[in-house]
């Protein structure tokens, strides 16, 4: 093997161990899903108690956000992973022995530091390391694992739901019989603790060190990660780009707002934005609910969520194929079009819906709901999805209709459900190999050294904030305005990100970090 290909394994090598950060937050961040339902019962929780369990994590990522940057920039990137590694593991502990909702929910809130550290240190970590030909791909990695980490959880819960229904020695012995849920949140404690002690074998980030006045220490890094490169050379741009810039000023939020940043802040915030507020996680977090609009049922809902993480998984593969080929501009303007069309599509699907009940439609509902009113209504046509919502509620009572939305909406919807799983798809295909991983790329490549932890702090907080809120907003929204306004809005937005996309996005492959702020910061 030559030097180049042996440099370059080493650094894959050092990113896949980096990226097991983004597995841990995909993990932590979905495996929640499979718990809900037991806790309710165990705990006896409100709806809103449930909420709060599910999102209280994204909350305090948000805020780990805000720190954790700083920290990284204080006391190099590899301490603070390892504290987020340390988080993870404690956090799977202490979720899996919670004796309490209190204390699940505090459990769940450590890890949440931990996802909001991993989430922005393990890009730019990586970044830090990779020679500019193959930053993207190095730095998809993680966007990879965060993926792979969602799909896991959901084959581990699955796996461990199959095992508690047996009756086998080792399943009852281990408890997992009596404690499924316990044992799905604490499985995460072994990937935790590999994490843990993989990270005392990757090197500091050699750009770091050199911020911190440690060039000999940085330089034998370089030499080692890029043999055929000068060291001596990279060094000096490093130190190039860090010149004229007191440390004092590197911590100051305000300096983010200085005139010269002006174009990489608002790319920045645009796709930080444009990420979250294009749905990506509404789909995520409520796909079977989404699915059950379309009137197919729960089990075929909970198989089609299934067809998501393939998806989402199949076409990180495509970006990281394409990113530091096609570049990240075109991979954007692809992507982000392709969102527009999909969410179109999606939203036409529901706005052509009918909404009525024939006599043939009777079989998928049971008997209690066969009211004499409901029978009265039989034939009825409604006027669009909100209108047969609100008429079989009326008819049926709120507590009747909620405990059997999934087969009223079965019984009277008529509408194209190819259309809607073909676009669900498309959209989660569109974002998987566009705003999902090039997002983080450009985090890791727009902002100068000398601020870079700051600014990534600054711009994960955003993606994250406005995370929580589409999250937060979603179910009230579908019942509201109803699934296609819904998903117009989705739509809109990412046309207008289009449009800053076109207008402002410069493109970044193939360019070291320093060329990049020599071009970007002006
Ligand atoms: C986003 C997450 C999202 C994930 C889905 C990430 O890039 O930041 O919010 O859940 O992609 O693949």
């Known amino acids: 093997m030559n030097d180049h290909s042996q440099s370059s394994l080493l650094i894959t090598k050092i990113a896949l161990i980096v990226a097991l950060g983004g597995f841990l937050m995909g993990f932590d961040a979905s495996v929640i899903s499979g718990v809900i339902k037991f806790i309710e019962l165990e705990f006896a929780l409100t709806k809103i108690q449930i909420g709060w369990a599910v999102s209280s994590l994204s909350l305090v990522a948000t805020f780990a956000m805000l720190v954790s940057g700083p920290l990284s920039d204080r006391f190099g990137r590899k301490p603070v992973l390892k504290v987020a590694a340390l988080l993870f593991l404690i956090s799977a502990i202490a979720s899996a022995f919670a ?98 002690i993989f990270l005392y074998i990757v090197p500091e980030s050699p750009r770091w060190l050199v911020m911190q006045g440690r060039q000999s220490e940085a330089k034998a890094i370089l030499q080692t990660l890029q043999p055929n490169n000068d060291a001596e050379a990279d060094i000096a741009d490093i130190e190039n780009s860090l010149k004229d810039v007191s440390g004092a000023k590197a911590n100051k939020l305000s300096e983010l707002f200085n005139s010269k940043m002006k174009l990489v802040m608002i790319v920045g915030i645009s796709i930080a934005v444009l990420q979250q507020i294009t749905g990506i996680n509404a789909v995520f977090f409520y796909a079977p609910m989404i699915f059950e609009q379309s009137g197919i049922g729960t089990d075929a809902a909970f198989m089609q969520a299934v067809a998501v993480g393939l998806v989402n998984l199949v076409f990180t593969f495509v970006a ?26 999606l939203s036409h699907g529901f706005y052509s819906a009918r909404y009525q009940i024939t006599q043939q439609d009777l079989v998928h509902l049971s008997d209690e709901v066969k ?36 087969s009223i909406l079965k019984a009277g919807i008529k509408m194209n459900q190819t259309q809607v799983l073909v676009s669900i798809l498309a959209f989660v295909a569109c974002f998987a190999f566009s705003l999902g991983p090039v997002m983080w790329v450009l985090f890791s490549e727009l902002f100068p050294n000398y601020i870079r932890g700051l600014a990534i702090s600054f711009v994960g907080l955003v993606n994250s904030g406005v995370s929580f809120g589409v999250q937060f907003i979603f179910p009230w929204e579908l019942a509201t305005i109803g699934s296609a306004a819904t998903f117009f809005i989705f739509g809109v937005f990412a046309a207008v990100g289009l449009l800053i996309i076109l207008k402002y996005l410069p493109e970044t492959k193939g360019k070291s970090l320093e060329e990049l702020e020599h071009i970007l910061v002006k």
Not at 324 to 331: I, N, S, T, V
């Open 320 to 345: 990281i194929y394409l990113i530091d080929k096609l570049g990240r501009r075109q991979l954007l303007v692809y992507g982000v079009s392709g969102i527009v069309l999909a969410m179109l599509s």
């Open 99 to 196: 004796s309490s909702y209190t204390m699940l929910v505090a459990a769940r809130m450590l890890g949440g530091l931990g996802v909001g550290a991993a989430l922005i240190i393990a890009p730019m970590y990586i970044a830090e390391m990779s020679p500019a030909k193959i930053r993207g791909r190095m730095v998809s990695m993680n966007q990879l694992n965060i993926v792979i980490g969602i799909s896991v959880a959901f084959f581990s819960n699955y796996l461990i739901l199959q095992w508690s229904q047996e009756n086998t020695g080792w399943i009852s012995s281990l408890g997992i019989d009596q404690h499924n849920w316990r044992w799905m949140l604490g499985v995460e404690a072994i990937p935790a603790l590999f994490y843990l």
């Open 371 to 406: 009211t004499p009113q409901l029978m009265a209504a039989v034939d009825k046509a409604f006027d669009g999805e909100l209108a047969y919502k609100a008429g079989l509620r009326e008819i049926l009572g709120n507590d009747l209709y909620q405990a059997n939305e999934s």
